[in-house]
């Protein structure tokens, strides 16, 4: 069992910067791919950005590769998102997710456990 808490989201201009972390509980956070996703309303949960187990592989939505950052702190049981040059359009509840599997997935429904979100607001 895995227990995820986001949190550092916040209000923030376009063109400025949050990073997000996620905080997970249980032995073996290590041998979990995280994810990051995101949910504006009336929209599909979407991938964001997901990390391997030794954050040796990573993976980014085309809409925020160069400007996100996923990485994980495997002795702090931690996965951040670094965001950077953020847009109106990445307004949105952002979950953390955890997978008990070895290969990074981008489908919502292949996750195991989720956060309760963290929602980040960008002004233009």
């Known amino acids: 069992q895995v227990q995820l808490v986001e949190s550092g989201g916040g209000l923030v201009q376009a063109g400025g910067s949050l990073r997000l972390s996620c905080a997970a509980s249980?032995?073996?956070?290590?041998?979990?791919?995280m994810a990051w996703f995101r949910q504006a309303p009336g929209n599909e949960r979407e991938f964001v950005a997901g990390?391997?187990?030794?954050?040796?592989?990573?993976r980014y939505a085309d809409s925020v590769k160069g400007r996100f950052t996923i990485s994980r702190d495997n002795a702090n049981n931690t996965v951040y998102l670094q965001m950077n040059s953020l847009k109106p359009e990445d307004t949105a509840v952002y979950y953390c997710?955890?997978?008990?599997?070895?290969?990074?997935?981008?489908?919502?429904?292949?996750?195991?456990?989720w956060g309760q979100g963290t929602q980040v607001t960008v002004s233009s």
């Open positions: 997710a955890a997978r008990n599997a070895m290969v990074v997935r981008t489908t919502p429904y292949e996750y195991d456990y």
């Open positions: 249980g032995r073996t956070f290590s041998r979990y791919v």
């Open positions: 990390i391997s187990w030794t954050g040796g592989t990573t």
